[in-house]
């Protein structure tokens, strides 16, 4: 039997993008081992085009630099559609993405980011496959206020994470018989098929079993002011805690991190893109973050408690996620850096207020909804099609 194959594509602007196609193809072999062939697609390197990596890649340098520049980026993408004004522009990519699909010969698109949906649909109907090959969009965005780019109405269905971003999508002109809610996040079973303990995991990691332990992800790009900052309050604070630090894909900050690990009177361990996030949760006693989706649930799934970063205000479409955590608490706002020992120190100190915060979490959190996720992906795979 021929497999179905499933075709993901992402763009890596930040690293929870392809974190989410990673944990739709892990649920899809999970529960159907050797039945389908998944390809991850990141659309920017298949393009072949320098001006498209660029341009995708102009976002992360947005986020190294300050992520309040992203609003302005954000604002522009919502008054035009790039994709559509762009296309004509650059040939090269349009071809050669072209080139990919007709290689790929998908039985089905999973698009889990908000801009490479009109290219890849326009590709479609310029090669009459559209509505013959299906077209799924995973908006990954907790509620409102995000990219209208996710709301394609030429999608055959939109996979939306809870009610408020649905209602986003209907106002951005999508019908409601083209969404479909979940009440959860693509997270990959990775974060809660595991269940080795923490003194095992702090073990694994070489951390010291008996310390409180602090997880410092700042997300893909590890926001470098952001992440130095926290790291340094707690440095300076005395406090009797481990540090993990996360860099994502930010090299020239782990070179920083790493300096002030080794001249730290507290323990650090510092990594940069890591596939051990999963492990690490399971190691941490609380993690601190930016407002990003993806770690927000990944930590609701393995009920850690959150710092989540609102010292500035957060991009557009992260501002929805800064209000998920705090009105379903789970997690504490910080608003300056000098307040993050003494957060740090309170939920220390409050078992009380620690348990609130992980029985919230267990109130929310949704297991199964990767796994919803992805047999509705399936499901819209037409049982037999005609050869294209």
């Keep these: 039997m021929v497999k179905k194959k499933i075709l993901i594509i992402y763009a890596n602007t930040g690293g929870g993008h392809l974190s989410a196609a990673k944990a739709i193809e892990t649920a899809i072999q999970l529960r159907h081992p050797g039945n389908y062939e998944v390809v991850i697609l990141n659309v920017p390197f298949a393009s072949g085009s320098s001006r498209v990596q660029a341009l995708y890649e102009s976002y992360n ?8 520049y992203a609003k302005h980026g954000m604002k522009l993408l919502n008054s035009f559609n790039p994709e559509k004004m762009l296309m004509p522009l650059i040939p090269k990519a349009h071809q050669n993405l072209k080139t990919t699909l007709l290689r790929e010969r998908p039985d089905i698109i999973v698009s889990v980011h908000g801009i490479v949906n009109y290219g890849f649909i326009q590709l479609l109907k310029e090669f009459g496959w559209h509505n013959r090959v299906p077209y799924v969009i995973v908006c990954t965005d907790l509620t409102e206020n995000f990219l209208k780019g996710w709301a394609n109405p030429d999608a055959n269905l939109i996979l939306a994470t809870n009610e408020r971003a649905k209602e986003q999508l209907r106002e951005y002109g999508i019908p409601s018989y083209k969404i479909k809610v979940y009440n959860g996040f693509p997270v990959s079973p990775h974060f809660f098929k595991d269940n080795t303990g923490k003194a095992d995991c702090r073990k694994e990691l070489g951390l010291n079993e008996d310390l409180f332990t602090v997880l410092v992800s700042m997300g893909g790009m590890a926001v470098p002011r952001n992440t130095y900052a926290v790291v340094h309050s707690l440095v300076k604070s005395g406090l009797p805690v481990q540090i993990l630090v996360v860099c994502g894909m930010n090299v020239e900050l782990k070179r920083k991190m790493d300096r002030v690990a080794r001249k730290s009177p507290i323990p650090i361990k510092v990594y940069g893109f890591t596939d051990r996030l999963p492990q690490m949760m399971a190691a941490a006693d609380l993690l601190i973050a930016k407002p990003g989706p993806g770690t927000i649930m990944e930590a609701t799934i393995k009920e850690l408690p959150i710092l989540i970063d609102a010292v500035k205000e957060p991009m557009p479409q992260e501002k929805g996620n800064l209000e998920y955590v705090l009105k379903n608490e789970t997690g504490l706002r910080i608003s300056h850096y000098r307040e993050v020992p003494e957060l740090v ?12 915060i992980q029985e919230n979490m267990r109130r929310i959190k949704n297991e199964d909804a990767i796994f919803e996720i992805a047999e509705t992906i399936l499901g819209q795979i037409p049982p037999e099609k005609e050869a294209i």
């Design 61 to 68: 340098m947005m986020l190294k630099a300050d992520p309040s």
């Design 345 to 356: 120190e309170r939920l220390m100190n409050d078992p009380k207020e620690y348990a609130w």
